[in-house]
């Protein structure tokens, strides 16, 4: 048996070209403080595993990461790593899910963390009985273990559901956002395309009708928020939006629950939407961040990324096709500040690659940082700007790898972590970088 709870799986932490498999027991045993020339702090892997699709939250200097890892043939099983130094050295990795079902993640909906007073806790999605779920755990109060899993929703609800994203109050009451299907019409799975070519709009497409048997099965966002005690408050957010692209949830100064998706407009234009949830509303409005005119019968599997400041602003990233001789797919962000009215849109991309699967976080000084991948010559590489606190202009796009996907970005005292998968495939492991 292990000496610790924490000690309960074999793992690896590497830090920069150094290796260190973590077998002694004690706190503060097997941890490597070294930086490396490059910047990188920290590497996370199960070994024997295919790692990946990571989530990174912080809260001072408490930085957590979770992710999946998968044995050969088999499904993920999914992992939590806790930093007590502000994501300089972690904690060995915990298993979270239990046997209750059997885990699933994918690069757009991972396992997501969040932080508060009483501990991590963690949400992915779940196979069990031939039915998917979207279920959670919480840790104890020292986040050395996780306890047992639970249902989020209902149970035994018909349709598909996944591409959660959580957030906590302070008093660790979670507030989780998914798509759910429960109120879909039967019809085969077979029927919904998603990952499709993406299509750029064009005036012979613009008001082209959308073939009924071509729409995906519906999907609706739901939100819940769940008490430490379990009592939980679900509504519904938003009817009919687009299926396979992740949510995502911020909480406001006032406990109010943020909430961004794709939405599914007239036409089946594919445009950002967001509401917002005061604690004990039974509705939402939706606001529609930019009319993008992007239309498109499937789902382009790449959703937004949200997060809120200290005067309630909302701040999104997203990605979008854009019309040209060649269609590109391109990052835009967009800012209310009242919550409702969003300024225009302005690209962070360069053009350069074809960049996805962006996150966005405030930074240590109130400005803020995008991370997003993209294809470049002969691998995906992962990208960042900063816009600095009071500035009216992004900085020039650097390059945080050149062999990494599904960036994941937290805010710190300091600055900002990344977390992404490196050089994706059997050997992939999760790098974590500090960003000042």
Not at 81 to 106: E, H, Q, W
Not at 199 to 227: C, E, W
Not at 383 to 388: A, D, G, I, N
Request: aromatic share 6%.
């Amino acid at each position: 048996m292990p000496c610790l709870r924490r000690r309960s799986a074999p793992w690896t932490l590497i830090i920069g070209l150094g290796c260190a498999t973590l077998t002694a027991c004690g706190p503060d045993r097997g941890r490597l403080d070294a930086r490396p020339a490059d910047g990188v702090q920290a590497s996370l892997a199960i070994p024997g595993r295919t790692n990946g699709t990571p989530s990174i939250t912080a809260r001072g200097d408490l930085v957590a990461v979770a992710w999946s890892a998968a044995l050969p043939d088999q499904g993920p099983d999914i992992f939590a790593a806790l930093s007590r130094d502000g994501g300089r050295t972690f904690d060995a990795p915990i298993k979270v899910n239990d046997a209750a079902a059997s885990a699933r993640a994918t690069g757009e909906q991972p396992p997501r963390i969040a932080l508060s007073v009483t501990g991590a806790a963690v949400v992915w999605v779940a196979r069990r009985e031939g039915r998917t779920e979207v279920r959670f755990a919480r840790s104890n109060a020292d986040m050395t273990a996780f306890g047992a899993s639970a249902i989020v929703h209902e149970q035994d609800l018909p349709g598909a559901r996944g591409w959660a994203s959580v957030a906590a109050e302070d008093n660790g009451r979670l507030h989780v956002a998914w798509l759910d299907g429960r109120s879909a019409d039967p019809r085969p799975a077979a029927e919904h395309v998603h990952g499709a070519t993406p299509v750029a709009p064009t005036s012979s497409t613009a008001s082209a009708p959308v073939s009924p048997s071509a729409a995906p099965p519906r999907q609706d966002v739901m939100l819940a928020a769940i008490d430490r005690d379990g009592r939980t408050q679900e509504i519904l957010v938003a009817a009919n939006v687009c299926f396979c692209c992740k949510t995502s949830v911020a909480m406001t100064a006032s406990a109010t629950a943020a909430v961004a998706w794709r939405g599914i407009y007239p036409g089946s234009f594919r445009d950002i939407a967001v509401a917002q949830v005061p604690a004990g509303a039974e509705s939402a409005d939706e606001v529609r961040v930019s009319e993008d005119g992007w239309q498109i019968n499937a789902c382009p599997d790449d959703g937004p990324s949200l997060t809120v400041d200290e005067g309630g602003a909302l701040h999104v990233l997203w990605p979008t096709m854009i019309p040209g001789a060649k269609p590109q797919k391109a990052i835009f962000y967009a800012a209310a500040q009242d919550g409702r009215t969003f300024a225009p849109r302005a690209r962070v991309d360069t053009g350069t690659g074809s960049p996805a699967h962006p996150s966005l976080t405030l930074s240590g000084d109130g400005g803020l940082v995008a991370a997003w991948d993209e294809i470049g010559e002969s691998r995906t590489r992962v990208r960042m700007r900063r816009l600095p606190y009071g500035a009216t202009s992004w900085t020039p796009v650097t390059t945080l790898t050149d062999h990494g996907t599904y960036p994941t970005l937290t805010r710190t005292p300091s600055g900002a972590l990344a977390a992404w998968v490196d050089k994706p495939g059997p050997t992939a492991t999760i790098k974590i970088s500090e960003i000042k």
